[in-house]
């Protein structure tokens, strides 16, 4: 079966390489800066950014024939690197790359995401900074129990946890939208 992009695209094929472009980070007027996009047939550079798009659920005879016609099409080593890196950054931190995921897989991360919230808001953990700093004052520093001071440190690293947490289930949300909305 031959993976589908998730997305409703614009009917125009210039729109259609203006979506895919802002997509994956790779404006097309920042890019003439590794290389003219512009000078390549649309068709040409539309199944280049769809190549990219759809790099990580393709066969690997798929995948060597995207990596084939970014070096054939695309001018210059600061082009053909900028693509293959589009390519390379999910590898990294797939946050980096939420298009290059399935729905499914955005989905379950979301799922996941949800619990890690849920469970963390039952441990009281909705930080804000005046709810951080009301902690550190509980009790003095020697007593012992439930009252007890924590550590700084552990509350900045929890807090900071929470935080980059939530960004990231913001950015599925995002993701999600983004792909069921139309054009």
């Known amino acids: 079966m031959q993976p589908s992009l998730p997305y409703r695209l614009p009917e125009t094929v210039t729109g259609q390489i203006d979506f ?7 404006p097309r007027n920042s ?4 290389g ?10 539309l199944e280049i950014l769809t190549g990219i798009v759809l790099y990580h ?8 024939q995207v990596l084939r016609l970014i070096h054939q099409q695309m001018q210059g080593r600061p082009a053909i690197s900028h693509a293959i890196a589009k390519i390379t950054d999910p590898m990294v931190n797939p946050m ?16 996941f ?15 804000s900074v005046p709810s951080l700093y009301q902690m550190t004052k509980k009790s003095p520093v020697g007593s012992r129990g439930p009252g007890v001071r924590t550590h700084p440190v552990l509350l900045v690293m929890i807090w900071g946890f929470y935080y ?18 139309s054009h």
């Open 164 to 181: 980059n947490h939530d960004a990231g289930r913001k950015e599925i949300q995002q993701e999600l939208v983004r792909r069921a909305r």
């Open 20 to 26: 895919l472009c802002q997509l994956i980070g790779l």
């Open 57 to 64: 659920h393709l066969h690997r005879h798929e995948q060597s």
């Open 36 to 45: 003219n996009l512009s000078a390549i047939p649309d068709d040409v550079a």
């Open 113 to 127: 995401s949800e619990t890690v919230s849920s469970i963390l808001g039952l441990a009281g953990a909705g930080f």
């Open 31 to 34: 890019f003439n800066a590794y």
């Open 96 to 111: 980096w790359g939420l298009w290059a995921k399935t729905t499914a897989e955005l989905e379950a991360d979301l799922e």
